[in-house]
């Protein structure tokens, strides 16, 4: 079966599904949550290296990062799940960037 992208950008919108912190039974867990980002509600979107576990190894890879405006918690994308298209995501989220004068850093 084929994978679908979990990221979509239009001219002033990103639409997606990522992780985010979110309070389970009051302990926070990254889940997977949908949003609906116009560019006015974007502070900033930041590309950076990080480790991630595979198995039981550790592995260096990068991740993807959008902050909104209300929540100081990040919408998470992670290189691993997302091979396949992360590189196409990176790409369509500079041209977002600039087309709508958001800031963008890592890329």
Known sequence: MAKK???VCDKTEIVGVAYRKVEVKG??????TRF????DQIK????????ERKLFKKIPSERILIYD??????????KLEEKEFFEEYKKELKE???RNRVKITGV
Do not use: G, N, Q, T
């Open 96 to 98: 977002f960037a600039e």
């Open 44 to 51: 900033s979107i930041c590309v950076e290296e990080c480790v």
């Open 69 to 78: 405006r209300k929540d100081p918690d990040p919408y998470e994308i992670r």
């Open 27 to 32: 302990m926070p867990k990254k889940k997977l």
């Open 36 to 39: 609906s980002l116009i560019y």
């Open 5 to 7: 992208k979990r990221l």
